[in-house]
């Protein structure tokens, strides 16, 4: 008798010895203040690792062979010691994808990056136009992001990404965002918006309407070669399966190191709730991520919960744990834009004071809260 092989997604859901990458934001420090960002972020943690910490995480993620580390922030660029941090993980064979606002991506720096291996970046851009974009992440933002984008292309580095989070104001841009990345022969990327640091306050303003959650799920089967992170997997209820491993890998394949050195399930969900530990702690980062409590108890088997008797279950596994828990909803429940409406009675009987926060809050005093976005868009839709 033949023993049945699981499914590769059933195998990772069990998780794996290391994850196979990480997010890693280096600094809380930003000169933006985007309305979603979602480490809300603006002011250094004076805590952050050191210069050696991080250097010590590397040789670390090395001895693991995780294949490449997702660094962000804030704006990690801010880092006196970025490029040091960088060219450390290169040098150690961990590949480095970096997310960045531009705004210190200069002609020297692109030039630095266009000669170095094993290393991609993202520019963070949320319209596109000035009006859309800036509305959402600051005044000067789109300008400084399109820069960035001009000195890449200069600097002949490559494939770079653009990097989008697909909200109401701007969803109906994405053609022109595929055009801009094809005229700057750059990869476009799409991700879902979730209700994270400031993305609690401004989610209920700039989260996809179900029509649109159709229209962004038929825009990007007619468009495989456009990246989604896996961000979208709740939209598989729809039909097809979308391109990836369609699942929640919290805990299972990936996390998140904080700039103090907590270890969080993903980047989505900066909580204590979803604490593991600190790679200061004795055993390091590979203790965290083998041997945590928390870790463990999410690569048990999930319930389907209040989803058992929806047919779309096993396409959808319930959704983001993550965009269920910031909104105050059960994470045995449907994810909050699930494209039937199932959590729509239970999102608006939400008490919005018992919705959990982040468990500290980096955000520049005077920092915007107001989640008010213009809709300035343009006539095309997906």
Request: hydrophobic content about 35%.
């Amino acid at each position: 008798m033949t023993t049945r092989t699981p499914p590769l997604t059933e195998q990772l859901k069990r998780g794996l010895d290391a994850p196979i990458c990480l997010t890693w934001e280096l600094t809380y420090a930003c000169n933006l203040d985007c309305l979603h960002c979602l480490s809300a972020s603006g002011r250094r943690d004076p805590n952050e690792l050191s210069t050696e910490e991080c250097l010590a995480v590397i040789d670390e993620l090395n001895r693991l062979q995780v294949f490449y580390v997702n660094i962000g922030g804030g704006e990690p660029m801010i880092r006196r010691d970025f490029h040091t941090i960088v060219d450390h993980a290169i040098a150690n064979h961990v590949g480095v994808k970096f997310s960045t606002n531009g705004t210190f991506l200069d002609k020297e720096a692109a030039r630095r990056f266009a000669s170095m291996d094993m290393l991609d970046i993202q520019i963070s851009l949320d319209g596109f136009d000035a009006g859309t974009n800036d509305a959402l992440r600051g005044e000067g933002s789109w300008a400084a992001a399109r820069q960035a984008m001009d000195n890449l292309a200069a600097a002949d580095f490559g494939e770079f990404k653009i990097s989008i989070v697909a909200t109401r104001h701007n969803v109906s841009q994405l053609d022109d965002y595929k055009q801009m990345a094809d005229d700057y022969g750059a990869q476009l990327r799409l991700t879902r918006l979730r209700p994270s640091g400031r993305g609690v306050d401004s989610y209920q303003d700039l989260r996809l309407s179900h029509q649109q959650q159709r229209d962004v799920y038929h825009w990007i089967m007619d468009r495989p070669d456009v990246l989604t992170g896996d961000s979208f997997f709740h939209l598989n209820a729809l039909g097809e399966s979308l391109p990836g491993l369609n699942m929640c890998g919290a805990g299972r394949i990936v996390c998140l190191i904080d700039p103090v050195g907590d270890v969080y399930a993903c980047p989505f969900v900066i909580h204590d709730e979803f604490k593991a530990g600190n790679v200061r702690d004795a055993g390091g980062f590979t203790g965290v991520w083998q041997n945590s409590e928390r870790f463990l108890e999410l690569r048990e088997p999930e319930s389907a919960g209040a989803c058992a008797s929806c047919g779309s279950f096993d396409a959808c596994g319930g959704g983001c744990m993550a965009s269920k828990f910031f909104t105050g909803l059960p994470l045995d429940g449907p994810d909050p834009d699930c494209v039937w409406g199932h959590a729509d009675d239970a999102l608006a009987a939400v008490d919005g004071s018992a919705i959990p926060r982040m468990t500290s809050d980096h955000s520049k005093p005077g920092a915007r809260t107001d989640a008010s976005v213009p809709v300035l868009l343009t006539t095309k839709r997906p």
